[in-house]
């Protein structure tokens, strides 16, 4: 269903009772990303899924920041007469659900951070990746969505995923190319590492139990989070053998326990 919020529209589905859980995808994902983790779940829940600012059936609205979007997320969370929720959020999504969990605190118990980071620290680094992001958008814009997938999966970041089954991969080459070349755009623009704010001086006052989930292959991803861990007071921080950067798609049985443990 389509909810409103200001004057853009967003794609969310909630499905299911219980405690409230809200999914967050990573960039180029959708509300599909964390299905076959579900699917391995035992616990109930009330799942609340969202497509993130241009992507999916979200679509191109404008470009929107990340305090915006947060902001957009509490009005979607009052019209589904939701008061406090527990966050997964993935890569684009991890950065948001700590977005959100530091600038609505009262809202947010738990927060399950996979592959995901406070933003980047100094001026010159977030500058230089809203640089490098301008450049993606203009191969999006020249070269259209098949073709820049091609290079999104390339990225060394993504090496692990060529281990992956076919089908699996098939599927979620299907899942990147649903979107727009303006909504990945819009995307990249507005919610990239480079425009979020750095929260890595703000850690210190995140109130919510967090659970950081890194694939032990992923260096980068390891190194951000052995950091993150240090300034963050309620935190466990998981590392899953043999995965990458997309732990859920990659260890899809081991994500959903160590998931279903937290969410006890």
Same mark, same amino acid.
């Given at each position: 269903?389509?909810?409103?919020?200001?004057?853009?529209?967003? =794609?969310?589905?909630? #499905?299911? !009772?219980?405690?409230?859980?809200? @999914?967050?995808?990573?960039?180029?994902?959708?509300?599909? #990303?964390?299905?076959?983790?579900?699917?391995?779940?035992?616990?109930?829940?009330?799942?609340?899924?969202?497509?993130?600012?241009?992507?999916?059936?979200? *679509?191109?609205? *404008?470009?929107? !920041?990340?305090?915006?979007?947060?902001?957009? @997320?509490?009005?979607?969370?009052?019209?589904?007469?939701?008061?406090?929720?527990?966050?997964?959020? $993935?890569?684009?999504?991890?950065?948001?659900?700590?977005?959100?969990?530091?600038?609505?605190?009262?809202?947010?118990?738990?927060?399950?951070?996979?592959?995901?980071?406070?933003?980047?620290?100094?001026?010159?680094?977030?500058?230089?990746?809203?640089?490098?992001?301008?450049?993606?958008?203009?191969?999006?814009?020249?070269?259209?969505?098949?073709?820049?997938?091609? $290079?999104?999966?390339?990225?060394?970041?993504?090496? #692990?995923?060529?281990?992956?089954?076919?089908?699996?991969?098939?599927?979620?080459?299907?899942?990147?190319?649903?979107?727009?070349?303006?909504?990945?755009?819009?995307?990249?623009?507005?919610? *990239?590492?480079? !425009?979020?704010?750095? =929260? =890595?001086?703000?850690?210190?006052?995140?109130?919510?139990?967090?659970?950081?989930?890194? *694939?032990?292959?992923?260096?980068?991803?390891?190194?951000?989070?052995?950091?993150?861990?240090?300034?963050?007071?309620?935190? !466990? =921080?998981?590392?899953?053998?043999?995965?990458?950067?997309?732990?859920?798609?990659?260890?899809?049985?081991?994500?959903?326990?160590?998931?279903?443990?937290?969410?006890?």
């Amino acid at each position: 269903m389509l909810i409103k919020a200001e004057e853009r529209n967003y =794609w969310v589905e909630d #499905t299911g !009772s219980g405690p409230v859980w809200l @999914l967050l995808h990573g960039f180029t994902g959708s509300t599909h #990303t964390f299905d076959e983790c579900l699917s391995y779940m035992n616990k109930e829940c009330r799942f609340i899924k969202i497509e993130l600012p241009g992507h999916a059936r979200t *679509g191109p609205i *404008g470009t929107v !920041s990340m305090e915006k979007f947060c902001l957009d @997320l509490a009005v979607i969370l009052d019209e589904l007469c939701v008061e406090e929720i527990n966050i997964l959020g $993935y890569s684009l999504g991890g950065r948001t659900a700590l977005s959100f969990a530091l600038l609505y605190p009262e809202r947010v118990n738990r927060l399950i951070l996979e592959s995901a980071s406070p933003g980047l620290p100094s001026e010159l680094e977030r500058r230089e990746r809203r640089a490098k992001d301008q450049r993606l958008a203009g191969l999006l814009y020249r070269e259209g969505i098949n073709s820049f997938v091609k $290079y999104w999966e390339a990225l060394p970041l993504f090496e #692990t995923l060529k281990k992956l089954p076919e089908k699996r991969r098939k599927t979620l080459r299907e899942e990147r190319t649903s979107h727009t070349v303006e909504g990945l755009a819009e995307s990249l623009e507005g919610m *990239g590492t480079g !425009s979020q704010p750095s =929260w =890595w001086e703000k850690l210190e006052e995140v109130r919510s139990d967090v659970l950081l989930v890194t *694939g032990e292959e992923d260096e980068k991803f390891r190194s951000i989070n052995q950091q993150m861990e240090k300034r963050l007071s309620n935190v !466990s =921080w998981v590392e899953v053998a043999g995965a990458g950067h997309t732990v859920h798609l990659e260890k899809p049985r081991v994500f959903a326990k160590i998931v279903e443990k937290f969410m006890i």
